[in-house]
């Protein structure tokens, strides 16, 4: 086959072409610019439909959640910082942890710091992967053995041992 043959079917084989348009107005009563600005038409809504979607992809979880955390010292000035689940959640086992220390009252209407955490503990174990999207905590037993560790680092039994 002569090379020119070929150039020419080439051409008729490829999607956006000029030759595709001309060989389309022979079939339709559309002149080929007719077909060239419906194809490019087309092709701009699929550009567009690209750009959608991808100007919605950084909200897919690329970017670590946070939570906006306001705090308040004794001379009453605020402070704000952003910090990720798995800080405000270690935060919170710490602060419990600070209060059984200091000899406060359990939360939850409690009466010991020891049915606080078997509470805790069997509230984590309702569910297999941890409440929360967590670099750190695959597991809701990770959680229970973050918990542990920290109060044996402080010299507190664990309840479970």
Known sequence: ?????????????????????????????????????????????????????????????????????????????????NVTEDQYWKERVDERIAAEVAHEKPEAGYDTWQNYWRWWYSVLRRKKKAPFKSQEFKTSEDMINYIKDRRRAKGLPTYED
């Open 1 to 81: 086959m002569p090379v020119r043959e070929r150039k020419e079917i080439q051409k008729l084989l490829r999607p956006d072409s000029v030759a595709r348009a001309n060989r389309l107005s022979k079939l339709t009563n559309c002149s080929s610019l007719e077909i060239l600005f419906i194809d490019m038409l087309i092709l701009s809504r699929r550009l567009i439909a690209v750009l959608l979607v991808a100007s919605f992809l950084p909200a897919c979880e690329i970017h670590r959640r946070t939570i906006r955390e306001y705090q308040t010292d004794q001379t009453g000035r605020t402070t704000m910082s």
